[in-house]
């Protein structure tokens, strides 16, 4: 999957349960990177992953220390 489609999937909570992984994580926090300053991206990509990780019925997968730490 292209950037693009991916970043799109991941923000709109489409990509399958199977594809969450600790790599789509990195790999959205990348891209974030790659296209804002710092506090946008974290920012960005705390709100996706918490907001993903309700609709997958397990909202205390999400922490907020490991996100920011894989910056």
């Known amino acids: 999957m292209k950037d ?3 970043l799109a999937a991941f923000e ?3 990509l399958p349960a199977s594809e ?3 790599a789509a994580h ?3 926090a990348h891209l974030y ?3 804002g300053t710092f506090g946008q991206p974290i920012d960005r990509t705390s709100a996706t ?3 993903f990780a309700v609709l997958l019925g ?3 997968k999400s922490h907020e220390t ?3 730490g894989l910056r």
């Open 33 to 35: 990177l790659s296209a």
């Open 26 to 28: 990195v790999r959205a």
């Open 4 to 6: 693009e489609e991916f």
């Open 58 to 60: 397990v909202p205390g």
């Open 66 to 68: 490991i996100t920011v």
């Open 12 to 14: 709109a909570c489409t």
């Open 20 to 22: 969450f992984t600790y």
């Open 49 to 51: 992953i918490r907001r």
